[in-house]
């Protein structure tokens, strides 16, 4: 096993670090406290290439494996979460989605602007009635003439408000098999589908998260993504990679904890020497870099696994749930090293502590996720 990354793997990295540093690490607090990230970013992302990693040149993409993707969203996780989801749902979750289940039609009508930063897509399962138990949606399309007519409302949206894409999950009338949901790619300015912004986050406050309603939208057939009634197929191969790219974003949350925590506990002074002297607090610091490296190695295990073309689903789930209880441990400890300047958000490990919090939830909970990997253990599923 060689766990060294090659030259191009570090230059990568290198490329994401100094762009985090100049384009959104010193905008990140602005944001968070404005609950709006520069929509300008989105085109700086693409512009470096990191709306495109695994996608074809063909299409717009910038090519690359996993791992180049992994390191990118870690980068940007470090950075800040929000701009990282950006990427993992218009690219990840998106992008990704049309390149492995789009006709040719499909992949050459979206793919150059999504991995270009042109548009940006989102995705939309969850419904306000519907959250873990995504198969039992009820947003309707029903046949009419050559198309549909889509009826339905989708909560928590991430950039949904900018969308000018959404992979729109419903459930297709009289379609055979996995309860005939079907996907749809929908031009965001259809009309019938209006959004509403999603304001008072906990944190991820300066992603554009929405509701979507749509009232009679009506769509060709020919925005039919895949089969008729194998839209649930769909989404879960969307999300067991969409799980990976999360658990990259929450090992930055981790080593931006870490690096931020190490700094300050060899600046502050308390009982006349630095806090790092005293060795609770090197605890503190032990058990977050514990928690990156082991978030980090079960990240990267999931690129290798799909990078070779193996069967990563489960995999991805253990890293998902590990990393993302992991963001929480280690920013909560981030958080204790500050003392009280962590409760503040002049000093970063609140915010830090804000975002890594719904890692634990979206893509699927930390509950999800074990019944995700007991039911591959046991054979039985027990959702
Ligand atoms: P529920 O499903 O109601 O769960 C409530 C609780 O019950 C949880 O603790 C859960 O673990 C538990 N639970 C449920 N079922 C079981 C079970 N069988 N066994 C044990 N425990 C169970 N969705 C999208 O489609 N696209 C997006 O872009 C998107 N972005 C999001 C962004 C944010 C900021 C947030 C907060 C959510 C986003 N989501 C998105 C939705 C997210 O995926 C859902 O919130 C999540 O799947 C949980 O669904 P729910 O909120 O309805 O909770």
Redesign the pocket.
Known sequence: MNLELSEEQEAVRRLARDFVEREVAPRATAWDRAEEVDRGIVKKLGGVGFLGLTIDEEYGGSGGDHLAYCLVTEELGRGDSSVRGIVS?SLGLVAKTIAAWGSEEQKRAWLPGLTSGEQVG?????EPGT???AGNLTTRAVRDGDGYVVNGT?M???NGTWADVVLLFARATDAPGHKGVSAFLVPADTPGLTRRAVHG?LG?RGQA?AELVLEDVRVPASAMLGEEGRGFSVAMSALAKGRMSVAAGCVGIAQAALDVAVRYAGEREQFGKVIARHQLVQELISDIAVDVDAARLLTWRVADLIDRGRPFAVESSKAKLFASEAAVRAANNALQVFGGYGYIDEYPAGKLLRDAR?MT?????S??QK?VIGRALTGVSA?
Do not use: A, H, P
């Open positions: 749902v989102c995705f939309g399962l969850t959250g873990s138990d989708k928590f949206i991430t986050k991820l998260t719904v939830l979206y893509e699927g909970t509950q999800i019944l959702f």
